[in-house]
Structure formats: C-alpha cells, structure tokens
C-alpha cells in the first residue's frame, strides 16, 4: 500500500528530476526566470534600460528609470501543475540625480496531494545611479541585496525528516555603459558574497558572471546576446529580438544554450497597462514553459 509519505517524496523527487534535468545542479533557488518578456527573449537582460525586473535582473538598470512602474509575472515550469512561480517587481525614480531603487518578490512554491512541501521566497532591493551621462556615452553601477527564505513543509508529515526552514542574504552588482546610444553593454556578478542556506546540509546559492550586449539598428528593432558562467557550469549562450509591429505591439523571439532552448512571445501595451507573454521549450523531455505577466508602465516609456 503506497503511503501519503511515500507519494509526497515522490513528488519531491519528481521536482527534483524535473528541474535538475533542464537546470544546474543546486536544489534551491533555481534559475527561473521572472520575466515573461525576457523569457521570449532568451533571458537575455544585461542591455535592457529601465528594466522594470531589474531587482532581480541589473540593478544598474534602474539608474534610467524615470517614472514609478509595477508589474507582476506568474508561470508553472516545465507544466507542471504541482510547481508555481508568481512574481511581484516595482520600480522608481529618487529626487534629482539619486538614482532608481526598485522591489521585487518572488515566491516558488511545490504543493502535492494538499501538502506544501517546499516554499521559496526571495526578496530583492535594487539600487542603480547615473556615473556618468553626456551627449556620447553613459555609465550606471548598481547593487542588490537578496534576502533568500527557505522553507521545507515536512515537519508535520509523521516519520518523515524535517530538513528545516533557512534564511540567508546576498549582494549582486552590476554596471551598464552606453556607447553612440544604440549600444549598451552590461555586466553582472551574482552572490558576490558567497552566501549558502541550509539548516541541515548547506547549499551554494547561485554565483554567476556575465556580459552582455544590445543594439538598436533603429527604433522598435532591439537585438541582445548575454554570455554567462556559473562556477562549475558550462558557459551559456543567451540571445533574443524584439520587434515593435505598431505602436502597441511587439513580438519577440530567442534562443539559450545549457540545455538549448528556443523561446518566443508577444507584448502589447495600451493606456499604461502592459500584457506580456513568453513562451520556452524544455530543452528535450520537458514540456514547454508558459509565462503570463501584466503591469503598468507610463505610456511614454512602453
């Protein structure tokens, strides 16, 4: 006779199969992306301005936001209807030449048979300002500090281990330069700190580097590629378009390397309200990815 005990390990391992298949190796905190717009493009970020994801993204993004603006992104990964990701990311101007600061929430979560079995809440604060800013080029630096929780919901299950509940914070930086106004370059280090989490065995959280690139060839035509390495990992190819159609429309598409996936979606923006949609394969077994979002930025920035 299967117990509830078995089936909700099951369902843990599951999990665990599922998105060590199609991820790096770590068991938390893994790297889903939160933007179903940089999603159809690859996830590639790292030459986006005024990114609204920024906290999570680029934190030097933030020094060229000049408006208040919010959005909110949910996804199942791979499909799969025990696992969800909702996400929650707003953003703002500082007085005169301060700087933007932005929030961002993210919370990943497995239920199975009624049973929470493991939460993840992560919460970003971002800070980017202006180093330099004239007529040729422009230069951003920015910081986010993380504040990882971990939950695992075991304790209640009779026999079972509790592994236990950990919190932990981390720093990311980051910088942006633009060149001749159609080119910016970005670049990023991830958990600069070396932060682990794990009440019981400690777990590496994620470090990453990378750079990347946009150009704009002209208006409404964006390309990027980012390029980034995680200790330990193969380096991953990342690169996306985005195309403006008329005035309140925009499609998109990509491709990343380790595992390749291909990706696409659609934004449209009308009256300061924002829907995006992305789309990505599963790099093999997997089902594909579908990413919802909706936010709200002034008419003059979409």
Known sequence: ?????????????????????????EAA??????????????????????????PFHLASSLAWIENIEATGSFLRPFGLDFASQAVISGVGRLPGNLGGVGIGIRRFGVEYGGENLTGETT?????????????????????TLNWYSLDYGLSHVADAVDPGSDNSIT????????VQ???????????VTNTTIGSLDKEELRRRVGVGVSYQPYRGVSTMLDITTEQGEEVQYRGGAEFQVIEYLWVRGGIRTQPNIFTAGIGAAVKGIRLDYGFSTGGGVLDATHHIGIGYSPPDRQ
């Open 29 to 54: 905190f893994e790297d889903i992306e939160v933007s179903p717009r940089t999603r159809s493009m690859g996830s590639a970020f790292m030459g986006l301005k005024a990114d609204v994801y920024a």
């Open 181 to 191: 106004e159609r080119t910016t370059v970005g670049f990023y280090a991830q958990n």
């Open 1 to 25: 006779m299967v117990t509830k005990n078995t089936r909700i390990l099951t369902a843990l391992g599951l999990v665990g199969i599922l998105l060590g298949g199609a991820l790096p190796s």
């Open 171 to 178: 720093i990311d930086i980051s910088a942006q330069a633009v």
């Open 123 to 143: 919460v970003a604060l971002g800070y980017g300002v202006r180093l330099l800013d004239d007529l040729q080029s422009q230069l951003s630096l920015g910081a």
